[in-house]
Each structure stands twice: as C-alpha cells, then as structure tokens.
C-alpha cells in the first residue's frame, strides 16, 4: 500500500511552490514571525539555508543535530518555544534542497522530522491530551495573558494550540520537497504516516474540538490541519471523521474569523493574510476532494480577499496595527483569484472592521476605530488614530509591533502613545494589564463617507470620564484636513499625537512645520501649541527612534490640523 504522506500533494502548483519562497506564500502568524526575523532575518529560503547550517542561527537551540525543542518552554520566552516547536524552519531547508539536488540537506530535514518524533512523542490518550489543554490554557491566562510581565515559570506547550496542526502541515510540505531526492525508504513512509496520524488524533481529542466551535486564527490552523489529513489519509480508519469534522470547523471559521465586510476578526492586516492562506488551502482542499463550500462562505472568502488589495500601502506593504507586522503581498496575491485593478480614487468604510481607506494614486490613508472584540485580543489602544502617505511615501505612520517577548510590546506599542490619536490628562483611550489583558476600551462611532470627508465619535469612560472627542478627515489631492472636536473636557489637558516616519526630516518656516520625506515635502499646520519629542517605532523588524509631534491644550476645543503636499 502506497504511503499517505508520499501521496500528498500540495493545492497550490509545484511551479508556484518552486518558484517562490515558502513564506510569503504562507505567511507566518504575529508572534512567529518576530522570532523568526530576529533568528534569521529573511524570508528568503536560501538565506534561511544558509543562517541556518552555515552561520549558526539556531545555536540558541543547541547543536544542529540535537536541537533541544524544549529549551525555551517558559513563559518569558514562549514564542521561541512556539516558533521552534511549529518545525517552521524545516521546509525552507527541504524547497533549497530540492531545487539543488542536495541530498545531505534532504537528510538533514530528514533527521529533524525523526528526531522529534523520537524524543517528543505524542500524548497517547484523549483524557492525556484533554488534560494538557485544560492546564495550559488555566496557567495561560493566568499566567501569560494577565501577568505584568515579571512572571516566568516552565509551561508544557509543545503538543498545545496550534503547534501539532503545524507542524502536520509543514512535515508534509518539506517531505513533498525532497521525496524525489531518495532520503526516504519504505519503513520511513510508515513512520510519516504514524506520525502525521498521531497528530491528527491529537487535534481532534482536543478538548475544544468536541465543544461547539469557536473563533480565533489558532483554532482555523487546526481545523485545516485537521481537514488536510483526513482528505490525505483516506485509508486510515479514522480518516473520515478529521475531514467531515476539519471540513465543518473550517467552513465555520471563514464565517466566524471573517467580518462581513471582509476584515479578519483580528483586526490586523498580517493575520488578515495569515487566515486568508488557511481559508485559501481549505477551499482549494475542498474543490480537489469535491465537498463543494456554501454559497455564503465563497462569498465571504471573496470579501476576505478582495481586502488583501485594498490594505495594500504604495510600498506594497501593510499597514500595522493590532499586533500585527509588515508584509510584501506581492507574491501572495498572485495565488489569489484575479481581480481587476480598481483605477482613479477609492473611498472605503468597512463598517465591521471600523476602518475607512482612501487610496489615490500615490496617497494613501487609513483611520483606525477598530474595536477590542475579546478580553485578550489583538488591539492596541490609541484608536481614531490615521496613516498618512504623500507622494508614495510615509510622513504619519503607526508605532507599529515588536516582538511579543519584548517588555516594549506592551509598555509602549499596544498603548496609546505609539499611534496618531488623543491623550486626556496624560491617559489613553484604553488600558491593559500585562500583554494581553484589557482592562477597559475606548468605543467609535464611525459615519460614512461624505464628500470626501469622513466623522468618528469616540468615548472612553473608564479612562476620560464624560470627554467625548469627534474626529472628521477631509482627504483629497494632497491634502489631508483633520478637525478635532475636544468636548466634556472642562478641568482637562489634552494632548493630540502625530507620530511621524522616522525618515521625516521637520523643519520650521513661517509658524508651519516642513516634513520631508525623500524628495516629498508636506506642510503642516495646526492653531495649538506644538512640541517636537523622541518616539520610536518599528522598522523591519527592529525599534527605531522617531519624532513624535504633540499639540496640547486644556478644556473644550476645536483644532484643525492641515497636512498639505507641497
């Protein structure tokens, strides 16, 4: 009988797979993707390679023949422990080893799929793996989610979450790589297959997968794991039961993790991309094995993916908010369904996302009142917060995210002083206690657009009392008109917030500020007193410093601030 995981083939075309680095056609998770820059610094599968076996960026781990999955499960360094645990690093190694015949590579992805398999084996029951996620889960939120940062202590997470789906995914993909390259004999196909069906049996004994479904890009990993297995292992007895069960979840999440308007549920571009792969590979999985998706859940992943070109910044890059990082969608949009480009001016709301864009050319603008939608999700505070591009090029831009094991993650870029928006008596419109905890959240009313100009209503009562702060944006040919409305303020100082691009360079002429960026110059002006402080944000990957400028003022006002290019 011919091995399942022989027989797997991928959904997107071996010319797709050979062409272009694993990862930005799968674009990683937040947390994976920070430890993965500061471990190798690419997603280019041949500089993977060679920091890898020739530079020595996973001595962290130990040796490379004897990497220590285990070495980073603690609380203080969990996405090490995540990232190391998912074997993301595996068929970056197995694409460059098939697409240069190297053997000895080949073997050594070979002997890392073996020696996990050997040293970590699966929980072998269901009341086993029930209990581990019953544990980790309590210890997590108690531990992790809610804790100020100071606690560390061990935590078993390496058959948690979505660590067993990935690692299913990424050992078939690196063996489909390297198969022809004659590493692996028939005993090693029947270890594969025993493998991959240990961790199928691990996800469907989950707890969570015999309850009622529930969102989140965690459990869609899952599911897709799930569903793969089952519509590849169709000998195994238990096969069908994975893909009639993968199958449900996965159709669920594209409902659930997909807001109407197309936004992932997130509310981060990055893990927009993130799920939109899994709902791309679980449509793709279903049409091959003819279990046809809903009518409605097409037409939601459609909404998804139209989004993935709207977010897109005139450097082809995202904009980051909510935890997220900066991705190339590039390549990625290619393995999408084409769409025609959309010529001249858009003006977008997406009114479940709470986000409106406009895109000109080459400006670009975002106002972000997206809303904290769970006690530990992906947001930031700082929200009516804007972006503003001029001429291709950024001039007011998000703090951005640095890596979730960085103190700074929670002390400064998920609060509100990294982003474009209002402090009352020094305070944000949010607060969180530890890195995922929120306490207490601002909440907007967004209208739609009108003229090219566009309104929010923010209040924030836990942080700001009875102050209600109205913003209205006015874009359009190089102009950027931003009226703020500062009422219920009596007794408070308030301070608006325009962090700039660490490439502006601010000169003064004539009261009005000069931003530069490059050879694009804007004008700025706004009637308050203003002051140039330090601020830093995040740039490929790493924290920079920056400027921020503050305009202060006390009690109820209006101001209006005008960007103009010149």
Same mark, same amino acid.
């Given at each position: ?45 041949? %500089? ?40 993301? #690093? ?13 053997? =000895? ?9 073996? &020696? ?50 990935? &690692? ?21 196909? %029947? ?96 049409? =091959? ?56 001016? =858009? ?65 400064? #870029? ?20 530890? &890195? ?8 907007? =009313? ?16 836990? %942080? ?33 917030? #325009? ?39 995040? &740039? ?27």
């Amino acid at each position: 009988m011919i091995s399942q995981v022989e027989s797997f083939t991928p959904v997107l075309s071996a010319e797709i797979l050979d062409s272009c680095n694993f990862f930005e056609l799968y674009p990683f998770d937040g947390g994976g993707s920070f430890i993965h820059r500061d471990l190798l610094g690419s997603t280019d599968d041949a %500089q993977i390679t060679r920091a890898i076996m020739h530079e020595g960026a996973l001595d962290a781990f130990g040796p490379l023949d004897a990497i220590d999955f285990q070495k980073f499960e603690r609380w203080s360094t969990i996405e090490q422990s995540c990232w190391i645990n998912r074997l993301y #690093f595996i068929v970056p190694l197995a694409r460059i080893a098939k697409i240069t015949g190297d053997k =000895q590579l080949a073997e050594y992805v070979k002997s890392v799929i073996f &020696r996990f398999r050997k040293l970590y084996p699966a929980p072998a029951s269901t009341d086993e793996v029930r209990e581990l996620n019953r544990s980790v889960l309590e210890a997590r939120d108690r531990d992790y989610n809610s804790s100020d940062g100071t606690f560390d202590g061990p935590v078993t997470y390496q058959w948690f979450d979505f660590q067993p789906a990935s &690692r299913l995914l990424h050992i078939l993909y690196a063996v489909w790589f390297i198969k022809d390259l004659g590493v692996f004999d028939n005993g090693d196909y %029947q270890r594969l297959d025993q493998m991959i069906a240990d961790h199928a049996r691990v996800i469907y004994q989950a707890s969570d997968f015999d309850a009622p479904p529930r969102g989140g890009n965690h459990d869609f990993l899952r599911a897709l794991a799930l569903f793969t297995a089952g519509a590849v292992f169709t000998d195994h007895p238990q096969a069908e039961k994975w893909r009639l069960k993968g199958f449900r979840y996965c159709q669920f999440h594209i409902y659930e993790d997909f807001l109407p308007d197309g936004m992932g549920y997130d509310l981060s571009p990055s893990y927009h991309f993130f799920e939109t792969w899994i709902a791309r590979d679980f449509a793709l999985r279903a049409k =091959q094995i003819n279990m046809p998706l809903e009518a409605a859940a097409l037409k939601r992943l459609e909404k998804a993916y139209d989004f993935c070109g709207l977010i897109k910044l005139p450097n082809g890059m995202t904009p980051v908010i909510s935890d997220g990082y900066p991705l190339d969608m590039d390549v990625f949009m290619n393995t999408l369904p084409p769409k025609a480009p959309v010529a001249g001016e =858009q003006l977008v709301l997406l009114p479940h996302a709470e986000m409106a864009i406009r895109k000109s050319n080459d400006e670009f603008a975002l106002l972000d009142c997206s809303r904290c939608l769970s006690k530990f999700a992906h947001y930031h505070a700082g929200k009516q917060a804007v972006t503003l591009w001029f001429g291709g090029k950024p001039f007011v831009e998000e703090g951005g995210c640095c890596n979730y094991d960085d103190p700074a993650f929670a002390e400064f #870029f998920k609060t509100a002083r990294a982003h474009a928006t209002l402090l009352i008596d020094n305070r944000g419109d949010s607060a969180l206690h530890g &890195r995922y905890c929120w306490l207490n959240y601002c909440i907007c =009313q967004l209208t739609p657009w009108q003229d090219h100009t566009i309104t929010t209503t923010m209040t924030a009562p836990e %942080q700001w009392g009875d102050t209600v702060w109205e913003r209205q944006l006015y874009l359009n040919d190089g102009v950027a008109e931003i009226t703020d409305k500062i009422t219920r303020c009596d007794g408070k100082s308030w301070s608006l917030l #325009f962090p700039l691009a660490p490439e502006v360079e601010v000169q003064m002429r004539d009261g009005k500020f000069i931003l530069r960026n490059d050879n694009v110059q804007v004008e700025f002006y706004i009637p308050a007193e203003v002051k140039i402080i330090d601020s830093r944000c995040v &740039r490929n990957f790493q924290i920079v410093p920056t400027r921020c400028l503050v305009a202060s003022g006390t009690g109820n006002s209006t101001v209006q601030s005008v960007f103009r290019k010149m």
